[in-house]
């Protein structure tokens, strides 16, 4: 069956790999982007998950196009790592507010419509380092791991409307974010993977495209690791 499918951050990277695999899948897809045009083959709606306005400027879009989000993929995000010392409480916000206020503002905007079709999906793109924590990283770690709450919290709420609320964490993944590491920190960083190299972007996408299929319904609260084997046991 055919689903109005939104991704944030859906113009590059993960993002854009999950909208690419969703639209294979015979799904309307739109991404949303800050700036520019959309990607080849695909609709986009200008948006940024840190202002409400926004968001539901964005929404309302989509609405008028193909009808409420069904699935969403909550996937913007952004890092600036530095040392707890160094960190600043305005980077340490800043993050929280894209990565995590931000998931919480188009949940709000998307559940009353799944609410009224009595379906919908949620798919939170959160990482590894939100259940390992990571050196440098207390904002981004933090933004992660309460991903984690808002979609339990959500699967509890809303579980019993057929809308399921899951998280992937992925682990390390080639693109922009992850091409501003040095290269002594990338072999650092592949040394600790049990498979020894980075994920690919489709790899996070083919289980976006599962968790969003009829085959997932009964897949709620659950946080599931693509990373290799980076963070078994957590
Ligand atoms: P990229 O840096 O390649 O892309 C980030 C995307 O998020 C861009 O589309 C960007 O839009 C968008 N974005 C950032 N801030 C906002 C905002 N305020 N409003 C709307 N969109 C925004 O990152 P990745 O593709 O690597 O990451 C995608 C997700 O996966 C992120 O949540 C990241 O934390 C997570 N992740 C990534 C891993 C990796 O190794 N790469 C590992 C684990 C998790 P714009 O183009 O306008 O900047």
């Given at each position: 069956?055919?689903?109005?499918?939104?991704?944030?951050?859906?113009?590059?990277?993960?993002?854009?790999?999950?909208?690419?695999?969703?639209q294979a899948a015979g799904h309307q897809v739109t991404v949303t982007h800050?700036?520019?045009?959309?990607?080849?083959?695909?609709?986009?709606?200008i948006c940024d998950v840190t202002d409400a306005d926004s968001v539901d400027a964005a929404?309302?879009?989509?609405?008028?196009?193909?009808?409420?989000?069904?699935v969403l993929v909550s996937?913007?995000?952004?890092?600036?790592d530095t040392l707890l010392l160094r960190m600043s409480e305005e980077s340490f916000t800043k993050v929280l507010d894209a990565n995590l206020t931000g998931a919480y503002r188009v949940s709000k905007r998307a559940?009353?419509?799944m609410l009224r079709k009595r379906w919908g999906r949620l798919i939170y793109i959160s990482s590894v380092v939100g259940l390992t924590g990571g050196a440098g990283q207390v904002n981004y770690s933090a933004s992660k791991a309460g991903l984690v709450g808002v979609a339990r919290s959500i699967a509890r709420e809303l579980g019993t409307r057929n809308i399921t609320a899951n998280v992937i964490a992925p682990g390390f993944v080639d693109t922009d974010m992850t091409r501003a590491l040095t290269?002594?920190?990338?072999?650092?960083?592949?040394?600790?993977?049990?498979?020894?190299?980075?994920?690919t972007v489709d790899e996070i996408a083919d289980v976006v495209g599962f968790l969003?299929?009829?085959?997932?319904?009964?897949?709620?609260?659950?946080?599931i690791p693509v990373d290799g084997g980076l963070g078994m046991g957590h």
């Open positions: 069956m055919s689903r109005s499918v939104l991704v944030t951050g859906g113009n590059r990277g993960i993002g854009l790999a999950i909208a690419r695999r969703l800050r700036s520019g045009d959309a990607p080849e083959g695909l609709k986009g709606v929404f309302k879009a989509v609405e008028a196009d193909q009808g409420p989000v069904e996937n913007a995000g952004i890092t600036d559940a009353s419509g290269d002594k920190q990338r072999e650092a960083i592949i040394a600790q993977v049990p498979a020894g190299r980075y994920g969003a299929s009829d085959s997932a319904a009964y897949i709620n609260g659950a946080v």
